[in-house]
């Protein structure tokens, strides 16, 4: 398993933008799928997004399309999630997480993010 941590959560207006940063400890971070869940009081996790080990394909559901966009640095061993036009609904935690094309099985600690009206 890889380790992951989480950065970039504050408290937000609604409207606003915020970019969360996952750092990935793992050398062989090219070689894993990536993706953001996101947790909010009372709900169970939620996909956010994800982007294969290249980069080149992306996936969202949505109720983020248009307005979250995830990106990888390889290089740099390191997933962003760049969030726009952020909703008072967008408040919850956000988990980076690494796996296969079939399921992730490694996940960070959360970084709190919270969208006030």
């Known amino acids: 398993q890889v380790q992951l941590v989480e950065s970039g959560g504050r408290l937000v207006q609604a409207g606003g933008s915020l970019r969360l940063t996952c750092a990935a400890s793992?050398?062989?971070?090219?070689?894993?799928?990536m993706g953001w869940f996101r947790q909010a009081p009372g709900k169970e996790r939620e996909f956010v997004a994800s982007?294969?080990?290249?980069?080149?394909?992306?996936y969202y559901p949505d109720s983020v399309k248009g307005r979250f966009t995830i990106s990888r640095d390889n290089a740099k061993n390191t997933v962003y999630l760049q969030m726009n036009s952020l909703k008072p609904e967008d408040t919850a935690v956000y988990y980076c997480?690494?796996?296969?094309?079939?399921?992730?099985?490694?996940w960070g600690q959360g970084t709190q993010v919270t969208v006030s009206s």
């Open positions: 793992e050398r062989a971070f090219s070689s894993y799928r």
């Open positions: 982007i294969i080990r290249s980069g080149g394909s992306t």
């Open positions: 997480a690494a796996g296969t094309p079939k399921a992730f099985d490694s």
